[in-house]
């Protein structure tokens, strides 16, 4: 979730002392001949990570205890300097004194820590560069600082609530390289937007998520199957459709179930889609139901290093007598809803009206009480 901008008068006093020593180190000369030319290009991104006797945890879910919660950066090349500023909840949040890892260890290290703050409801890491125009990070993951944080209770929702990283550009940013000056910079600005009032220089769009998700996400459209070979017209079903994740053991992951309804999407298209989010690597199992569906139990998803979107997967959405398969007696809720004004759930063609048609698919069902196999991967 992105990180909300909230800064105390205490805190400010502290990020503009904190600033002044900063502006001190960086005013030393270097050399203006260092290539420049990739401010912009980059696409940063600082967030957190949380871990507990080598674990990580989800910082959306978030149990109350001590973590080792690191900021990390990833998405930049190179580094000029770097600062990160947060405030945190201090009835519900306990931070260490003093940071267990910086972007600075080390001999090897090519930054210099311009000192951090860890009191009082706030938090700021500085880095520069020790070399003439910038230093070369990992573009997958940096982590700028670790330290140990106890959360009094389960966070609710999630640790965004409790941590929150400063938007204002004077607070938090990185610099690629020296010989762009000291003003232009990514910051936590949305795309397309340049510039913020009140502070003179050029912005690039900088992301910022205090808890991003573990693994990946799957998504997919529950559509209305139209006969026995498991054909669909790709209208979508009609009702809340629930989606439960098993794990290869047969265990139910609660936290990972999720449930659709019929909705409109950002093309002006009636869909009926389910996310399932945060799905380690791994191998699952999926149960989709709905009140007058036949259960799909037979759906295997591989997750293995990226996001999948799967596209249709059909239902049998016309068993109306629940009794978990389709016969002539399901026909009868057809024609009895003919001139019904809540009968959306009838409309099996899509046209919106119930009619003799709409019991042709019902009939082309008959017999059905099982479906082949899905492999989503």
Do not use: W
């Not at 770097?82 to 940071?99: G, H, K, S």
């Not at 999630?158 to 990185?174: G, K, Q, R, Y």
């Not at 024609?335 to 009206?353: K, T």
Request: include cysteine.
């Amino acid at each position: 979730m992105k990180a909300k901008a909230k800064m105390n008068s205490s805190a400010l006093m502290g990020i503009l002392v904190f600033i002044a020593v900063m502006l001190i180190f960086i005013s030393i000369p270097f050399v203006s001949y260092a290539q420049t030319g990739t401010l912009g290009t980059a696409s940063p991104e600082v967030y957190c990570t949380y871990e507990k006797d080598g674990v990580q945890f989800d910082g959306d879910n978030l149990p109350a205890g001590t973590y080792d919660v690191s900021f990390v950066l990833s998405g930049m090349a190179e580094v000029s300097v770097l600062q990160v500023t947060a405030t945190y909840d201090t009835e519900q949040v306990t931070v260490a004194d003093a940071p267990s890892a910086l972007l600075s260890d080390g001999e090897n290290s090519q930054f210099d820590s311009i000192g951090y703050k860890l009191s009082d409801g706030n938090i700021v890491f500085g880095f520069i560069s020790t070399n003439e125009d910038s230093s070369a990070v990992n573009q997958d993951d940096n982590i700028i600082a670790t330290v140990s944080m106890t959360f009094a209770s389960d966070c609710d929702p999630d640790a965004d609530n409790l941590i929150i990283v400063s938007e204002n550009p004077n607070h938090t940013f990185a610099q690629a390289d020296y010989g762009d000056g000291y003003k232009d910079e990514y910051a936590i600005v949305d795309d397309g937007v340049s510039s913020v009032e009140g502070y003179d220089g050029r912005l690039y769009s900088m992301k910022c998520d205090v808890t991003p998700g573990l693994g990946h996400s799957v998504t997919a459209d529950l559509v209305i199957m139209t006969d026995t070979n498991g054909s669909t017209k790709g209208i979508p079903v009609y009702g809340e459709y629930k989606v439960d994740v098993y794990d290869t053991a047969g265990n139910l992951l609660t936290d990972k179930c999720t449930a659709s309804s019929l909705t409109v999407n950002e093309n002006n298209e009636a869909v009926n889609r389910f996310t399932l989010d945060n799905l380690s690597d791994g191998v699952y199992h999926l149960t989709i139901s709905s009140q007058y569906a036949v259960t799909r139990d037979d759906i295997t998803v591989k997750v293995n290093g990226s996001d999948i979107t799967y596209g249709q997967i059909p239902i049998i959405a016309c068993d109306f007598n629940k009794d978990g398969g389709i016969a002539p007696n399901d026909v009868v809720y057809i024609y009895s809803n003919v001139l019904g004004s809540d009968n959306q759930v009838f409309d099996l063609n899509g046209d919106n009206g119930v009619a003799p048609n709409d019991a042709v698919i019902v009939y082309s069902c008959i017999g059905t009480s099982s479906y082949d196999e899905i492999v989503i991967q």
